[in-house]
C-alpha cells in the first residue's frame, strides 16, 4: 500500500463476521475512510478495533468530495470507501467519486465481499446465467406498475431491492402487472438473526406475507422468475409494449389498429399476437 489509491471496501450486509481479513487489514492502514454513515461506519471499526479517521460521503455530498479526495490522492495517500452495508455502488453512492478519482489518473482496487443481490441470488434456485438487477423500484404505485410492465416480457432473472413499508405494496403491484402465477423469491434479512428466504407463485407469496407481519421487516431483496420466451413474432418490444397498454383499454381489434397506427408494426400480426396471448 505505497502508491496512492482508492480502495472500494465490501462491508457486511448483518453478520459481522462476514468482514475479510483483507478488507480489516485494508481499513486499518489507509489514511482515510471515506464513508456513506460516519456513525454506522465508526461502531463497525470500533468491533474491530480499528482506529481511522473519516468523512462522510453521501449522496448529497459526493461531487465536492471528490475534489477534497482527489487532492488527498495527490498528496500520496491511500483511502477506502465503505457505505453502510454490502458493496459500494450497488444502489449506494460512490459512482460519481470512483469515475472522478479514475478520471483524475489514480487506481481504484476493489476489495470484495457482500453484496446483497448476490447472496439472495446464489441461494434462491433461480436462473442466474442472465439476470438483471434493476435496485429499487418507484416509491409510488403508477410508476411501478409502469416499470414493471416494461419488464414484464423479460425473459432473464430480475432482481430488485425493497424496503419495509413497501414490500407489500410492491409485491401487490408485481401481481397486477406479472400475474399472478409468475414465481416470485424474497430474501429478508440476510444473515441476521432472522433471515428467511421464501418462494412461491405471487398470489401465494402475498397471502404469506401478509398474514404474517413480522415477515413484511427489515431489508428484502426480491426475485423475479424471467418470463417464458415466446416465438419470434416479428414486433418490436416497443410496439408489444404499447399494445399491451392499449389492450388493458379497449377491444383487440382497436388495440392493435392504434398500435399499428403509431408504431407502423403490420395491424394482422398485432391482433394475432392478442388473441395468441389471449389463448
Same mark, same amino acid.
Given at each position: ?19 475479510? !481479513? ?15 454513515? @460516519? ?47 454490502? @458493496?459500494?455502488?450497488?444502489?449506494? !453512492? ?45 416509491? %409510488? ?25 413497501? /414490500? ?93 397506427? /403509431? ?14 396471448? %389471449?389463448?
Amino acid at each position: 500500500m505505497s502508491a496512492p489509491r482508492l480502495y472500494v471496501v465490501a462491508t457486511p450486509i448483518g453478520n459481522l463476521a462476514d468482514l475479510s !481479513p483483507r478488507a480489516q487489514q485494508i481499513l486499518a492502514e489507509v489514511d482515510l475512510i471515506a464513508a456513506e454513515d @460516519t456513525r454506522h461506519t465508526g461502531r463497525l471499526l470500533q468491533h474491530f478495533n480499528i482506529k481511522a479517521n473519516l468523512i462522510s460521503v453521501h449522496d448529497h455530498n459526493e461531487r465536492q468530495r471528490a475534489d477534497m479526495i482527489i487532492d488527498r490522492l495527490q498528496q500520496g495517500q491511500q483511502i477506502a470507501l465503505v457505505s453502510d452495508a454490502g @458493496t459500494p455502488l450497488i444502489s449506494d !453512492p460512490g459512482f460519481v467519486l470512483v469515475r472522478a478519482v479514475r478520471e483524475a489518473g489514480f487506481e481504484v482496487s476493489p476489495v470484495p465481499g457482500c453484496c446483497a443481490f448476490v447472496a439472495a441470488l446464489s441461494a434462491s434456485g433461480m436462473p442466474s446465467d442472465r439476470f438483471s438487477f434493476e435496485g429499487f423500484l418507484p416509491a %409510488k404505485s403508477g410508476a411501478r406498475q409502469q416499470a414493471l410492465s416494461e419488464l414484464a416480457e423479460a425473459t432473464q432473472t430480475l432482481i430488485f431491492y425493497e424496503s419495509t413499508h413497501r /414490500i407489500v405494496d410492491s409485491l401487490r403491484d408485481m401481481q397486477a402487472t406479472l400475474g399472478a402465477d409468475r414465481f416470485v423469491l424474497v430474501a429478508r434479512e440476510l444473515t441476521k438473526t432472522f433471515e428467511t428466504i421464501k418462494g412461491a407463485p405471487l398470489n401465494q407469496l402475498l397471502e404469506w406475507i401478509q398474514a404474517d407481519p413480522n415477515q413484511q421487516r427489515g431489508e428484502f431483496v426480491v426475485i423475479v422468475q424471467g418470463a417464458p420466451a415466446r416465438a419470434d413474432t416479428g414486433i418490436s418490444i416497443e410496439a408489444q409494449r404499447i399494445l399491451g397498454l392499449l389492450a388493458a383499454e379497449l377491444p383487440p381489434k382497436k388495440a392493435a389498429a392504434l398500435t399499428a397506427e /403509431i408504431t407502423g408494426a403490420n395491424k394482422k400480426a398485432l391482433y394475432q399476437l392478442l388473441l395468441d396471448k %389471449k389463448g
